[in-house]
């Protein structure tokens, strides 16, 4: 006797795919197309960067390959619509590397927290953890496995670095999370991860915080994953969406590029 509450009936994947193939299932694309001008993180001296995607052509139906093109990819790990891993951070030095997460926290609901018109008025606006328990009260509480994705309007940015990184001589001004918020959602919420639509999963100003980059920090520090530059969270509801994350299985990688999709039920 199974005290399951999913339904282990073989109909549930068909039901899948016939409401996919229907249009009753949408399939909502959060990925950022990669490109060698999709917006990367530019950490500021004396730190290094990362090198930006690129395509370096190896044949295209030419000399050293007639029948065929092929290229090689150069990249670094974070860089486009990626997932962070929990040794990408020193607080998760000792987890999971982007290989071995496993499979079943990268499939889950997605919770989508709406500011964009608080980011509107300020874009060094901070989730705190008042405004995910105001989410919950009128959604519900935020449940196991969940992804909690924060709605900004940032992804109509990004297809330019400028705008994306939004910086001053004060810095980078684009909205996140708090430090406390962030301690908060990595110690008491049972979420698998935390997602934006910005550069990274923590706010442009976060290296003043204490701890400098609480997401990172208290995140990847609890097994915990970011997902950053997500687009088309506006065609999300608030909950009843599945996310499905797909990173590359980089062995000792600390994050992937990756395609995230939503599955979104049109009937409701
Ligand atoms: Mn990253």
């Not at 990669?34 to 690129?54: E, G, K, M, V, W």
């Not at 935020?142 to 330019?160: H, I, Q």
């Not at 910086?167 to 001004?173: F, I, M, P, R, T």
């Not at 706010?203 to 609890?222: I, V």
Request: net charge negative.
């Amino acid at each position: 006797m199974t005290t399951s509450s999913v339904s282990t009936d073989a109909t549930v994947l068909v039901d899948l795919v016939a409401g996919i193939a229907s249009g009753d299932l949408d399939v909502v694309d959060l990925t950022n197309p990669l490109s060698s001008t999709t917006p990367a993180l530019r950490l500021p001296a004396p730190f290094a960067n990362l090198i930006d995607f690129s395509l370096e052509e190896v044949s295209a139906y030419n000399e050293p390959g007639p029948f065929w093109r092929h290229n090689n990819i150069h990249t670094g790990e974070h860089i486009g619509t990626h997932i962070d891993a929990p040794v990408h951070w020193i607080s998760g030095r000792d987890g999971h590397d982007v290989s071995q997460i496993p499979l079943p926290r990268l499939i889950g609901t997605a919770s989508v927290i709406d500011v964009s018109a608080e980011v509107e008025q300020n874009p060094d606006f901070l989730l705190e953890i008042e405004h995910v328990q105001a989410w919950e009260r009128e959604n519900g509480e935020l449940t196991a496995g969940t992804w909690l994705l924060l709605r900004t309007g940032w992804d109509r940015f990004a297809n330019s670095q400028e705008q994306f990184l939004n910086v001053d001589e004060n810095g980078s001004h684009t909205p996140g999370v708090s430090a406390e918020c962030a301690k908060w959602l990595a110690e008491e919420t049972p979420i698998s991860g935390f997602g934006s639509e910005t550069v990274g999963i923590d706010a442009g100003n976060a290296g003043a915080f204490d701890p400098p980059f609480p997401m990172h920090y208290h995140l990847l520090g609890h097994d915990k994953y970011g997902i950053t530059s997500l687009q088309n969270l506006d065609k999300l509801p608030a909950t009843g969406s599945v996310l499905i994350v797909s990173p590359l299985p980089i062995v000792g990688g600390t994050g992937s590029p990756a395609r995230v999709i939503a599955l979104v039920d049109r009937r409701q």
